[in-house]
């Protein structure tokens, strides 16, 4: 191993996957939610999901789609908030639980926030007719164009969630961290305990801001609550510098979807909890200079989080000392004030790594087990054709990475888990990259 340059060690530890351990993640909590979901907002990845794909009406988490509309409409100049908004029979009519006292017509800067906080569907009304031309149903089919430019799996009825829609947890999700990325300031509009309408105070329906506020970290993000959809409640929440977005749809009980919440946010975070084989991993990694979860502004190692192209790259750019001074390497997809912008643009000169077709590097994108046997066996030109897989899974391996798994398998530099299980879609955790980098430092020194 001490003879292999820099370019081939470190195409080396792509692929070396640790010794098998266990999973020391808290078992996954008993909720009331139909459908349920936990994603990490910045990289996407799953935490937790429960019947995820399976559609149910989102009640009045479906504001947030209509909320989306109107700020994309602020953005293009198709309104500003001082846009007049006349208030129809309807609106004032159609919703059974408000009653709200409006003029002939209100400015939408002051419908905004106590549509959001305080979930007035009047108000929703009166947005969905003016953005649709003075109809609400031509207000769904902007919705449902959205969701399809989004990509989630969502279809609307009206603005407001009073009638049973199809939204999938993952599809609101995906929606949420949407929204979030285009227009950040919403989380200071959905993490208001309440707001002002003329002269009345809007409290939040979010039961995070009152009753539950002892659970910390909760930032956002809408409630919602049908006899056909059960409980209903988005959430963003911060802890250690980690973002995560929870759904759960069709909660039971009283209060239930904040239990249901809590349990699968506590359960999230324990995800990230560096493994009791790996204790001495992030003391070892502060001591060797290679510690990326500092990169990332994460307060604690958080070990066992999917390490992503970006990050280890940067962790390959700290193990090799490669001169990290320019940023970008000239990928189209590499924002200049990335974390990883300058190692990325080292490695790309120093040989070691390459984009795609489209001038992309994806530096968000997991990478798998089994990518990582394919990218060491291309890189080192092996050409004997050993094709024993000795895992039980080896029927999941991928057709194109057999023969990189195997070759790598019988030289002993790839290794499976306990119970001799490779997991050939799974994701290199950041404790099993570090540790890899710190063998190889052990090696090179």
Known sequence: MKRLNRAAAFLLIVAILLTPV????????TISAQGAIVM??????VLYEKNADTPRS????????????????????EATWDAVIPISDNARNQSPWDKTDFADTERLGDLFEPYLIRSNNQMGIAIAEYFGGGSEARFADRMNEKARLLGIDAYYTEANGLKPNRVTPRAQALLTRAIISDYPEILNTTSKHQTKYKSEI????????RKFRHFKGINGFKTGTASYSGQCLTATYTKKGRRLISVVMGSVGQDQRYHDTM?????????????PWAKDVPSRANHAGINTAAYRGLKSFQGREAMNRGEFTLLMGLTLRLPMTEAGGGFSDVPADAYYAKAVAAARSAG????????????????????????LFVAMKYDDNVKDLPFQDAAAIGPVFRPAVANLTARGILHGKNGNIFDPKGMASREEA????????????
């Open 22 to 29: 266990a999973a020391f993640a808290a078992s996954a909590p």
């Open 40 to 45: 990490d907002y910045d990289t996407g990845q």
């Open 58 to 77: 989102a009640a009045s988490m479906t504001k947030v789609m209509t909320a989306y509309i109107v700020l994309d409409a602020l953005r293009t100049g």
């Open 202 to 209: 809007y409290r939040s329906t979010n039961q995070f801001y």
């Open 263 to 275: 349990a699968l946010l506590n359960y999230a975070m324990s995800r990230y909890a560096t493994s």
């Open 352 to 375: 070691l790594i390459d984009g795609y077709e489209d001038g992309s590097f994806r530096p968000e994108r997991l990478i798998s087990r089994e990518e990582m046997a394919k990218i």
């Open 434 to 445: 570090t540790q890899m980098m710190l063998n190889l430092k052990n090696q090179l020194n």
